[in-house]
């Protein structure tokens, strides 16, 4: 069967939009009227709409879905493959639980391939902006193992602790930047509006006036001047630093660059690493080869002299090399994980070392960003009352002058 999308009229005369799966079109529409429903559209969920280029499926279309839905619907299938439940119908269930009409769509797509005989992998692997290249991989080797139910229960976990520390991360960032905004406007709302009506007493007066209230009278008229073309010839240099970006040449001198700062530099290397390891020992947990899992694990990673290095370290692997020794020689991985990798190999529990290395880092690098997060604040709090104090020191400076000259 295939996953069609159609939209009809319902009894009240509104378009309601949907997915129906059915053997053809007309059988859909038949199965549409059924339902008191006047069909007005009904096509091919993955084919092209009007406009679009051939061979442009749905697949391209489909956007990324949050780390919490996959997580969900990766928890959904695994319970329903562990309850003995034919993959198709565990598919055809969680589509109908699902309320995105997109996701649905996409779900009976998979399943649709599934049915004619392809296997789960094959056919979530249509779907690159979901289910990326690890997460297929797992799911291959799931099911030449005969595990699909387990290795579901751990991608489930791993997507989501990846979300997890997403959030974290995300979470300790707002405030920082709310409060840069805040400062921002402030001062720029003083500068624009307030200091002018306060100093212009002073702006046309015969008396030689403070250095500083001379420079806040300059800065306040360039604020009123220029401001606005400030802020937008800064969202232009944002935009367009992001548009050379794309070019991956100018993108690796960018990370490069990045790796030579200090404190962004191990900020990047300990979360690109963290990902590193916790990718690779989920793979390998899940069966899939350690050379392949070195090669997806290697491609989660962010920056791409990291993503270089770890190509080198699976080069140094496929030569015959111990990925300890590899993970040394390059240079850019923490030497605590090069020893709890060395210490797994010999002891074969490589997949645990690898976990218990990943979750180091991630705890290491909370703790640096909450010490970061609690210098951070006060730190632009005292700078903001610094920047207050300025100005009101250059108000009042003319003032004292004046009372000075009439004692």
């Not at 009007?50 to 442009?56: D, H, S, T």
């Not at 010839?233 to 070019?247: M, P, Q, Y």
Request: with cysteine; glycine share 8%.
């Amino acid at each position: 069967m295939t996953a069609y999308r159609y939209r009809a009229l319902n009894p009240q005369g509104k378009i309601v939009k949907g997915v129906q799966e059915g053997d053809s079109e007309r059988q859909v529409r038949a199965a549409l009227r059924g339902r008191d429903l006047r069909p007005v559209d009904v096509a091919v969920a993955n084919r092209p709409q009007q406009g679009e280029r051939q061979g442009f499926r749905l697949a391209h279309l489909f956007t990324r879905v949050s780390a919490g839905d996959l997580a969900l619907l990766t928890r959904q299938l695994a319970t329903l493959v562990d309850s003995n439940m034919p993959i198709d119908e565990a598919l055809q269930a969680a589509a109908q639980q699902n309320r995105s009409g997109r996701m649905k769509g996409m779900l009976l797509q998979v399943r649709s391939r599934v049915a004619e005989g392809h296997s789960l992998a094959y056919a979530m692997a249509e779907f690159p902006q979901v289910f990326n290249e690890m997460y297929c991989a797992m799911v291959r080797a799931g099911e030449h193992a005969g595990y699909l139910g387990p290795v579901l229960e751990q991608l489930a976990d791993y997507t989501e602790q990846r979300q997890y520390t997403s959030q974290k991360l995300s979470n300790a960032m707002i405030y920082p930047f709310i409060l840069c905004g805040v400062a921002v406007a402030v001062i720029g709302l003083l500068m624009a509006f307030v200091v002018p009506k306060l100093v212009g007493i002073f702006a046309h007066s015969q008396q030689e006036l403070p250095m500083l209230t001379r420079v806040l009278i300059a800065s306040s008229e360039f604020v009123q001047h220029y401001g606005v073309w400030v802020v937008v010839g800064v969202v232009a240099l944002v935009v367009l630093f992001r548009r050379l970006l794309r070019d991956p040449g100018r993108r690796r001198r960018w990370h490069q660059l990045l790796l030579q700062v200090p404190g962004i530099s191990g900020l990047l290397t300990a979360v690109d690493t963290a990902r590193f390891a916790s990718t690779l020992s989920i793979l390998m947990a899940s069966g899939v080869p350690l050379l392949e899992s070195l090669r997806i694990a290697g491609e989660v990673l962010t920056n791409l002299v990291l993503r270089e290095h770890s190509a080198e370290v699976a080069e140094r692997v496929q030569e015959g090399g111990s990925l300890n020794r590899a993970m040394q020689q390059s240079g850019r991985f923490p030497p605590m994980m090069v020893h709890m990798v060395a210490s797994g190999e010999a002891s074969g529990e490589l997949e645990t070392m690898l976990a218990r290395s990943a979750a180091n880092q991630e705890r290491e690098l909370e703790m640096t960003l909450t010490r970061s997060m609690a210098l951070f604040e006060p730190l632009m709090v005292v700078m903001m009352g610094g920047l207050v104090l300025l100005i009101v020191l250059a108000i009042l400076l003319p003032i004292f002058d004046l009372n000075t000259m009439v004692n």
